[in-house]
């Protein structure tokens, strides 16, 4: 058994991937044999609430069935199921209706001190109480970035942040009372309001906020981006600063893009769960997060749940924790972490353990949709990176054979075999371009027939992973992202076609000077870059 109270994974069910029942059963069956007590799902606005049919419209929402069936599921084994709502911010998907306008304070935030907002949100706990059987409910209110400064400012002035959030916040605890329920809220805004946007200095005076939190609200530290156990050990001491019972939430990423991390994943567990065990932290969480569309599989990062399940009970062998975990799944550990190799393949065989170049990088997206004449990121892609991604793509095929998992590795394998000639076809269209050799172009374009071929094929297989585990709604963003990816493609063979046949005599785009994405030329952030956003990746207007 664990040393801890509540050990638990949280799914992301609101960045469009809404889990299939069935697919939340599976996955509680795998956490009940791995040590985990309870599963956690975020649903921001996923969810029905009485009399709020817009609420969760279109997205996907679970029906109160839904949910009552996955609780019962849980608890005949033993796993608690706690959901994760939102009562003041990260609720931009129902703020977009018009029948919400009235509650909203600012972008994606709510009215704070609005009656409205608190009749919503009672009926939010109504459905919460009626659909679980545990009275723990976190309730978020994290990253409320512009809070007050909105509708709220308009109607009451410029006012203290944090004695808005304080407010607010009592009025939801007192909402609660009703219910018996025992609150959790993300700590985030405590920080950043009162040390100027830094989230988690450790400068930060929070003294003044003791004794301040409700008796029925727990504070979470969640933090995903440190292997440091002296960053926990700091940040847990300052929190206990403000109340001594705290969670702590770490991150299993799965967040930027379409391959996970394991590796930093599994280090950042293990010395957040040290630093939990001797700094008294009872209860811990590890996030699945799906930001910017919920690409990656959670299936994809079980060996680094397995591993944070051993590490809390005590385990750190690593040898033993490859071995357990083999057998529990059926596939080798070292194999399963292959599911990596995407995000920069030439990084992961080259950087060492130790290197913050291996920790966070999500090349397999942006240099999928970067754009073949306009590519920002063709700046960072090194000589040879398509070699490697064919390299990536044999390997994970050799794991997308005869195991429950085999769709993951399929997506990732066509995904790698995309890149390796997408990858590096915008530097080469480039440099043909301006040596006006059209018989180059004349072979870089049959790459580009290529490309599309292999994009359709990787769909394919993305789209099977997706409604094997997810809802259907939201995989219509998927649809116009690789279905616009691909007819930008197609034009830029066709213009390239018709510059080599002589029908126009230029191509603009690709006389065009190209800037760094980041200035100055340093060679130390070419290999490390995170970007998340496929928006900002296709082109530099606006969507």
Not at 66 to 83: A, H, T
Not at 378 to 403: F, H, M, P, Q, W
Not at 505 to 512: A, G, K, P
Request: charged share 30%; net charge negative.
């Amino acid at each position: 058994m664990n040393s801890f109270g509540k050990l638990g994974i949280m799914i992301d069910c609101s960045r469009n991937g809404v889990m299939r029942p069935e697919t939340v059963k599976k996955f509680i069956e795998l956490i009940a044999k791995m040590g985990y007590n309870c599963i956690l799902l975020y649903m921001e606005d996923v969810y029905e609430v009485e009399n709020q049919p817009y609420f969760g419209h279109q997205r996907g929402r679970y029906t109160k069935e839904d949910l009552k069936s996955i609780d019962d599921f849980g608890y005949e084994r033993g796993i608690e199921v706690i959901p994760c709502i939102q009562t003041l911010s990260h609720l931009e998907a129902p703020l977009k209706w018009p029948c919400y306008s009235n509650m909203k304070d600012y972008n994606n935030t709510l009215l704070a001190g609005d009656d409205r907002v608190y009749q919503l949100i009672d009926s939010m706990f109504a459905t919460v109480n009626e659909c679980f059987r545990s009275k723990c409910v976190n309730v978020g209110m994290d990253e409320a970035s512009f809070l007050g400064m909105g509708r709220y400012k308009d109607k009451h002035g410029i006012e203290n942040p944090t004695d808005i959030l304080l407010k607010h916040l009592y009025k939801v605890s007192d909402l609660a009372e009703k219910y018996g329920f025992e609150l959790s809220v993300w700590s985030d805004m405590f920080f950043k309001l009162l040390g100027n946007g830094d989230y988690y200095n450790t400068e930060t005076d929070v003294d003044c906020l003791s004794g301040k939190i409700p008796h029925n609200v727990r504070l979470i530290y969640w933090d995903y981006y440190s292997k440091d156990k002296k960053h926990f050990d700091e940040r847990i001491q300052k929190h206990k600063r403000i109340a001594e019972d705290i969670y702590f939430a770490g991150g299993i990423w799965t967040w930027t893009g379409f391959a996970p991390h394991i590796s930093f994943s599994v280090e950042s567990a293990r010395e957040s769960i040290i630093s939990c065990a001797e700094n008294g932290v009872k209860d811990i969480y590890f996030t699945l997060w799906g930001d910017n569309g919920n690409e990656c599989s959670r299936f994809s990062v079980l060996p680094a749940i397995y591993a944070a399940g051993q590490f809390a009970n005590g385990n750190f062998d690593m040898p033993k924790i490859k071995e357990g975990f083999a057998k529990l799944i059926g596939v080798d550990f070292d194999d399963f972490c292959l599911a990596e190799l995407p995000d920069t393949p030439n990084i992961r065989q080259t950087a060492s353990d130790d290197s913050s170049d291996a920790n966070w990088i999500n090349a397999e997206k942006y240099l999928l949709y970067n754009d073949c004449f306009m590519g920002k990121f063709d700046c960072i892609v090194t000589d040879g990176l398509g070699e490697k991604y064919a390299e990536a793509a044999k390997k994970l095929e050799k794991v997308s054979e005869n195991n429950d998992y085999a769709d993951v590795f399929e997506t990732l394998n066509k995904l790698c075999r995309v890149l390796e000639l997408k990858a590096e076809i915008g530097i080469r269209t480039r440099k043909a371009y301006k040596d006006n050799d059209k018989a180059s172009l004349s072979e870089i374009i049959k790459d580009y027939n290529e490309i599309l071929i292999r994009i359709e094929e990787f769909y394919v297989s993305f789209r099977k992973q997706w409604y094997n585990e997810n809802k259907p709604q939201g995989f219509e963003v998927q649809d116009a992202r690789i279905g616009g990816l691909i007819k930008r493609v197609s034009n830029c063979k066709d213009r390239l076609n018709d510059y080599v046949d002589g029908k126009i005599n230029r191509i603009i785009e690709l006389e065009e000077p190209m800037l760094e994405y980041r200035p100055n030329g340093a060679e130390s952030w070419r290999k490390s870059i995170l970007f998340n956003s496929w928006s900002e990746t296709v082109t530099s207007g606006n969507i």
